[in-house]
C-alpha cells in the first residue's frame, strides 16, 4: 500500500498535538522539496557549463552526495503521519476494531524501536564527524550536516511513532472504527476517489461511516 491515507482529527489533546507536529513535519518536507529543486538548478547549470563554455562545476558530486541526506530523509515522519510508506497491509485490511488497532500498536511499536536504534547509531556517526572534520573528497566539504539532518529528521519520525502509538493505545483501549491522529486503512475505492479529489481539485464525501467514543466526534 502507498498513497496518502485518511488522518481524523478532534478537539482531543492528542489531535491537537498531531497538527502543531504536522505543521514542522510539513516545514520540513517544504526543505525536502527546496533542496530538490535547487539540486535541479544545480544540475542543469553544471551540464550547461560544461556543453557551452567547458567548464562543469568544482566539487558537483560531492554536493550531490550531501544532499542526498535532505531528500532522503526530511519527509520520512511527513509521509508516515499520512500513511504514506510502502508496506503489506492485505491482511490488516481485513481488521476490524481492536484487533486492527493491537495490529497497528503492535507494528508501530517495533517501528519505534528501529528508529531508535538508528538515532543513536546517526547521532554517533554525526558526533565522530564533527570531532574528526570529515570532509568529501573532492572540495573537502564537511560531511557533518547532512549526518546531524538524519539524526533530526530521525528524532522527529520517532516524534510521530509516539503519537501513533498513543492514537493506536486510545482506540484499542476504547473501542471505534475512527480514531483520531492515526492513519486509517481504506478500501480501494475510498482511495481511487481520494485521488480523484486531489487531481480534479473536487469536493469528494469520502470520509468512512465513523463508530466513535461518545467523547468526541472525528472530523477529516
Known amino acids: 500500500m502507498a498513497g496518502s491515507l485518511l488522518v481524523l482529527q ?6 491537537r498535538i498531531d497538527r502543531q507536529v504536522y505543521r514542522l513535519e510539513s516545514l520540513l518536507t517544504l526543505l525536502g522539496g527546496i533542496v530538490i529543486f535547487l539540486l535541479v538548478l544545480l544540475a542543469t547549470t553544471n551540464v550547461l557549463g560544461r556543453w ?3 567548464l562543469p562545476i568544482s566539487g558537483y558530486v560531492d554536493w550531490i552526495e550531501q544532499a542526498m541526506a535532505f531528500i532522503a530523509f526530511l519527509g520520512v515522519a511527513y509521509t508516515q503521519r499520512d500513511g504514506g510508506h510502502i508496506r503489506m497491509d492485505i491482511l490488516v485490511r481485513h481488521l476490524h476494531g481492536r484487533w486492527l488497532w493491537f495490529t497497528e ?8 524501536l528501529v528508529t ?5 547509531g546517526s547521532f554517533l556517526h554525526f558526533r565522530r564527524a564533527w570531532q574528526n572534520g570529515d570532509s568529501s573528497i ?14 533530526v529528521a530521525l528524532t522527529i519520525l520517532a516524534l510521530r511513532l509516539l503519537l501513533q502509538v498513543w492514537g493506536y493505545l486510545r482506540a484499542l483501549l476504547q473501542g471505534g472504527d475512527c480514531p483520531v491522529a492515526v492513519p486509517l486503512v481504506e478500501d480501494p475505492a475510498t482511495l481511487a476517489a481520494q485521488e480523484a479529489q486531489s487531481v480534479l481539485g473536487e469536493e469528494l464525501d469520502v470520509s468512512p461511516h ?9 472530523r477529516s
Open 116 to 120: 531508535l536504534v538508528l538515532i543513536y
Open 52 to 54: 557551452i563554455f567547458d
Open 10 to 15: 478532534d478537539d482531543t489533546l492528542l489531535s
Open 210 to 218: 465513523c463508530d466513535t467514543p461518545s467523547d468526541g466526534a472525528p
Open 105 to 112: 500498536l503492535l507494528s508501530t511499536l517495533l517501528m519505534l
Open 138 to 151: 573532492d572540495i573537502d566539504l564537511p560531511v557533518w550536516p547532512s549526518k546531524l539532518v538524519v539524526t
